[in-house]
Nanobody
Framework: QVQLVESGGGLVQPGGSLRLSCAASGSIFNINAMGWYRQAPGKQRELVAGITSGGSTNYADSVKGRFTISRDNAENTVYLQMNSLKPEDTAVYYC???????????????WGQGTQVTVSS
């Protein structure tokens, strides 16, 4: 059993900052890529930021220069530092981890339950 536990969401004013955390636990052999997705009402779920096990990152164009993804491999934790937040950043944010379950290298994607981020004055 693998679980991803998210924290750090909440209400913030435009221009403010939040830091999201997501810790993976359970029967984990290894974790490849980790990332953050978000979904607003009436919108498709979109990739916000991703990071490989080696530290290579990619970002959605809408958050470049404002958000930073990082990870602590020893703790199986991924972070999303969100600065200069805008109302359009309001969404449920989901953590994702591509988990290798055993020595054979089979990869399975796990998801957190989501955390609400609301940017409003």
């Amino acid at each position: 059993q693998v679980q991803l536990v998210e924290s750090g969401g909440g209400l913030v004013q435009p221009g403010g900052s939040l830091r999201l955390s997501c810790a993976a636990s359970g029967s984990i052999f290894n974790i490849n890529a980790m990332g953050w997705y978000r979904q607003a009402p009436g919108k498709q779920r979109e990739l916000v930021a991703g990071i490989t096990s080696g530290g290579s990152t990619n970002y959605a164009d809408s958050v470049k220069g404002r958000f930073t993804i990082s990870r602590d491999n020893a703790e199986n934790t991924v972070y999303l530092q969100m600065n200069s937040l805008k109302p359009e950043d309001t969404a449920v944010y989901y953590c994702n981890a591509e988990v290798v379950l055993d020595v054979y290298g089979y990869e399975y994607a796990y998801w957190g339950q989501g955390t609400q981020v609301t940017v409003s004055s």
